[in-house]
């Protein structure tokens, strides 16, 4: 008993000896025997062991280029509302990119959505009427079809970026969840709709939805969700679509992100095509008692190649949009920063 208390105490002192900063991590496969399948909890789990790698071999992503529109009501233009007394301030809700990297932003303010080409030539205008207010979020599809989400029929329509207006959708999804965060889509034409902690609902064709425990990927080989484990570790625990036909909670693989500062929040962004995971991380860089926010983008995966060094985004913007950070699906990094004056995106890119 006695050895065994002092082993502790030497594996305590070797961990708070180590440094503490963003890693990668390799995984060693659990034993084949274990039968993962029946468990319904992954957050209990410790399925696979990290191994970690040199956080010096991290892909570095690089502000690559910076789109800016001035505040105004012209086409080319984005609207921004000063907020009332009691009312915060308000701009462009959500945006889009597609495969071409055409940008779409849901202007509310102005009552359009405004689609920009690399050059920041107008690509299309399209009316919003009276659901300038009431649609909340944006995608487009493998397509290039736009998707609109309407919270006051709390239905997702579908329509062509070539029309001029939303009155004639091409098609029309009904859904019912009081706790809707983002309409995403995937590799395979599929339509997801995420809604409270971190869960999502699939669309069919008739509009049916098909409720998953957790995030889908892009490419819907993967289902994801993440857990703040203490103040500066989190886990991104990983299920194979191949492991199990129907999604039971078994996990397969876990990856470890730890940073040198507290965390506040970790949530899981989007895949890339090649599968890579975008998490977006909140921690308090403050010292003493004040607290100061940051927030960051870093890619993961299951290869010590697919990992990033953390990508710190601004967060002193004058109007938060409803979604302003976008994955291409190249893995381009997109954020949409409102300010009182102008709107940026802002693009990053591997080196």
């Given at each position: 008993m006695?050895?065994?208390?002092?082993f502790?105490?030497?594996l305590i002192?070797?961990?708070f000896?180590?440094?503490?900063?963003?890693?990668?991590?390799?995984?060693?496969?659990?034993?084949?025997?274990?039968?993962t399948?029946?468990?319904?909890?992954?957050?209990k789990e410790?399925?696979?062991?990290?191994?970690?790698?040199?956080p010096?071999?991290?892909i570095?992503?690089?502000?690559?280029?910076?789109?800016?529109?001035?505040?105004?009501?012209?086409?080319?233009?984005?609207?921004?509302?000063?907020?009332?007394?009691d009312?915060?301030?308000t701009?462009?809700?959500s945006?889009?990119?597609?495969?071409?990297?055409?940008?779409?932003?849901?202007?509310?303010i102005?009552?359009?959505?405004?689609?920009?080409?690399?050059?920041?030539?107008?690509?299309?205008?399209?009316?919003?009427?009276?659901?300038a207010?009431?649609?909340?979020?944006?995608a487009i599809t493998k397509?290039?079809q736009l998707?609109?989400?309407?919270?006051?029929?709390?239905a997702?329509?579908?329509?062509?970026?070539?029309?001029?207006?939303?009155?004639?959708?091409?098609?029309?999804?009904r859904?019912?969840?009081?706790?809707?965060?983002?309409?995403?889509?995937?590799?395979?034409?599929?339509?997801?709709l995420?809604?409270?902690?971190?869960?999502?609902?699939?669309?069919?064709d008739?509009?049916?939805?098909?409720?998953?425990?957790?995030?889908?990927?892009?490419n819907?080989?993967?289902?994801?969700r993440?857990k703040?484990?203490?103040?500066?570790?989190?886990?991104?625990?990983?299920?194979s679509?191949?492991?199990?036909?129907?999604?039971?909670g078994?996990?397969?693989?876990?990856i470890e992100?730890?940073?040198?500062?507290?965390?506040?929040?970790?949530?899981?962004?989007?895949?890339?095509?090649?599968?890579?995971?975008?998490?977006?991380?909140?921690?308090?860089?403050?010292a003493?008692?004040?607290?100061?926010?940051?927030?960051?983008?870093?890619?993961?995966?299951?290869?010590?190649?697919?990992?990033?060094?953390?990508?710190?985004?601004?967060?002193?913007?004058?109007?938060?949009p409803?979604?302003?950070?976008?994955?291409?699906?190249?893995?381009t990094?997109?954020?949409?920063?409102?300010?009182?004056?102008?709107?940026?995106?802002?693009?990053?890119?591997?080196?």
């Amino acid at each position: 008993m006695k050895g065994k208390m002092i082993f502790l105490l030497l594996l305590i002192l070797v961990l708070f000896s180590c440094e503490r900063d963003w890693i990668s991590g390799e995984f060693i496969k659990p034993d084949a025997s274990q039968d993962t399948s029946a468990q319904e909890e992954p957050a209990k789990e410790e399925p696979v062991t990290i191994k970690n790698t040199d956080p010096k071999n991290n892909i570095s992503f690089n502000l690559s280029d910076k789109l800016i529109f001035t505040v105004g009501t012209k086409d080319d233009e984005i609207g921004v509302l000063e907020g009332g007394e009691d009312e915060l301030p308000t701009g462009p809700m959500s945006f889009a990119v597609n495969e071409s990297g055409e940008i779409y932003i849901l202007d509310s303010i102005n009552g359009k959505i405004k689609g920009f080409d690399k050059n920041k030539m107008i690509k299309g205008l399209i009316s919003l009427g009276e659901k300038a207010k009431s649609v909340l979020d944006i995608a487009i599809t493998k397509d290039n079809q736009l998707l609109l989400a309407d919270l006051h029929e709390d239905a997702v329509l579908l329509l062509s970026s070539q029309i001029s207006d939303i009155t004639t959708p091409d098609k029309k999804y009904r859904f019912n969840i009081s706790d809707f965060s983002g309409i995403f889509t995937t590799n395979r034409g599929n339509i997801l709709l995420r809604y409270g902690n971190q869960q999502t609902l699939k669309l069919n064709d008739t509009g049916i939805h098909i409720p998953f425990m957790s995030l889908l990927s892009r490419n819907e080989t993967m289902f994801l969700r993440t857990k703040r484990i203490s103040e500066s570790l989190s886990m991104l625990f990983m299920s194979s679509k191949e492991q199990s036909s129907e999604y039971k909670g078994n996990t397969e693989k876990q990856i470890e992100i730890m940073i040198d500062k507290p965390i506040l929040s970790i949530s899981y962004l989007d895949t890339d095509k090649n599968d890579r995971v975008y998490l977006l991380v909140e921690a308090d860089d403050g010292a003493d008692q004040t607290i100061k926010v940051k927030r960051y983008v870093i890619r993961t995966g299951t290869h010590p190649e697919d990992w990033s060094k953390p990508i710190e985004i601004p967060l002193d913007i004058y109007a938060h949009p409803f979604k302003d950070i976008v994955i291409g699906n190249d893995g381009t990094i997109y954020a949409m920063l409102v300010y009182k004056d102008r709107i940026e995106v802002a693009k990053w890119k591997t080196e």
